[in-house]
């Protein structure tokens, strides 16, 4: 193998803050203090606890992980016919566990169950947990496409769900409250975005698992301005890397993408996999999905400005509502995570963009919606010189993760990319 280039590295100094953030938002999560969409702050701070749903600690824990698909399955939810990830968690709820307090045991009530759809599994699961708890539920469907049409009808959707919630619970919504977060909401989501586009530098400052360790606090408190306040240190600190040439794992053999959701059970197989022949995914779908992007028609993404250059004006709910569904409609790419026609564009334009040889594909058996349409964007970019491997294998049913089947994938791609293991 022809000499390798090391790069240097650097600890990154927001990994000590973004725990102790993570844990105090996911404490406040769990007394529902802090709600995590902006349309539930208007409510201000609420006094029950909630306790489950435990993701992290069934991925990380195979016998619990099993446990939960299990339940399901004997409930009559096969697995294989919907979304992996919501499979474990029906499993949770129906063992009685999402309200349970894991020290005492004791089961706490639930007010309401609300939910902004971005796949029809979670919406579904949406609706049968509000069945099984016994309470009324609101799913906010965000259509994957539809323009100013999509637009008018989200935002008349969240004017019913104040509706809702204010008849469900008992509470005033208070429309200052919304108004903060939405604005905070749109510029951790812009800075979010500025983050990833870092990471087009050469050496890339940030590998994907740093990438979906950095982005956490933005999905249990993306609405709060200590959430704000942090990713703008985040991005002042990456900038610095870019400066500097410091990059994520000192070797950078080969740049990839990954597509498609990661096997939450073990995030960690593919990234080393792949680090072993010095290669660096540092971004996909997945990665970047939580940012506010302008998105181009033909896939390609760029941060959307910052509030005060959108122009915008949100003097009351009606304003704000609009403003919201705007940026659900147009600038969330999580919420489009089913819209075939972008993909290939898109695909091959985050390749190029961020500098890419090769693109990972996860043919997920829990996740229709990234896996439609998967093998048409490889023709793209195989067409583009952009090499491709497609693996099977489910993002949160770890029995469908076979290590040998994977590497087997894996590894002949990275010799098609020139590369070899590194101790060789
Ligand atoms: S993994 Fe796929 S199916 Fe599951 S919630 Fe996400 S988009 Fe929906």
Not at 297 to 325: H, I, Y
Not at 366 to 389: F, K, P, S, W, Y
Not at 393 to 420: I, K, M
Request: charged share 25%.
């Amino acid at each position: 193998m022809s000499v390798v280039t090391r790069y240097p590295t650097r600890p990154l100094e927001f990994w000590g803050r973004m725990k102790e953030l993570r844990r105090n938002l996911n404490r406040r999560a769990w007394e529902t203090r802090n709600p995590p969409y902006p349309l539930l702050a208007g409510l201000g701070e609420w006094a029950r606890r909630l306790y489950g749903p435990y993701f992290t600690v069934a991925m990380r824990n195979p016998e619990i992980l099993l446990q939960y698909h299990e339940a399901a399955d004997a409930h009559g939810y096969p697995r294989g016919e919907m979304c992996s990830s919501m499979h474990h968690y029906m499993g949770e709820l129906l063992l009685g566990l999402t309200t349970m307090n894991p020290s005492n045991g004791e089961s706490s009530p639930v007010d309401v169950v609300v939910e902004v759809e971005f796949c029809n599994s979670v919406a579904k699961t949406a609706q049968i947990a509000g069945e099984v708890l016994g309470v009324p539920h609101f799913v906010l469907d965000v259509p994957q496409e539809g323009g100013e049409a999509a637009i008018k009808y989200v935002a008349a959707r969240l004017h019913e769900a104040v509706d809702f919630l204010t008849k469900a619970t008992g509470k005033e919504y208070h429309d200052e409250l919304l108004v903060e977060a939405v604005k905070n909401w749109w510029e951790q989501g812009v800075i979010i975005a500025k983050i990833c586009m870092a990471n087009q530098a050469v050496p890339a400052p940030l590998d994907f698992r740093m990438l979906q360790e950095m982005r956490v606090p933005s999905i249990v408190g993306g609405h709060l301005p200590e959430v704000l306040a942090y990713f703008e240190d985040v991005l002042a600190e990456i900038n610095d890397r870019v400066h500097d040439g410091i990059s994520a794992t000192g070797v950078e053999t080969a740049r990839l993408v990954y597509e498609g959701e990661p096997m939450f059970y073990a995030e960690n197989f593919i990234p080393d996999l792949c680090q072993r022949y010095g290669a660096v995914i540092l971004g996909g779908f997945t990665g970047f999905s939580r940012g506010v992007w302008d998105i181009s028609p033909e896939g390609r993404w760029a941060p959307a400005p910052r509030f005060k250059d959108t122009g915008a004006v949100l003097k009351n709910r009606d304003d704000t509502m609009e403003f919201l569904a705007r940026c659900y409609v147009n600038n969330r790419p999580l919420y489009h995570c089913a819209k075939l026609g972008e993909k290939s564009g898109e695909y091959l334009h985050r390749a190029v963009d961020w500098k890419c040889q090769g693109s990972i594909l996860h043919l997920d058996v829990g996740c229709r919606n990234q896996a439609a349409g998967m093998l048409e964007a490889a023709q793209v970019l195989e067409a583009h010189d952009i090499a491709t491997v497609a693996y099977e294998s489910s993002n949160g049913d770890a029995r469908y993760f076979s290590p040998h089947q994977v590497t087997d994938r894996l590894e002949p791609f990275l010799e098609r990319l020139g590369l070899r293991p590194l101790e060789d």
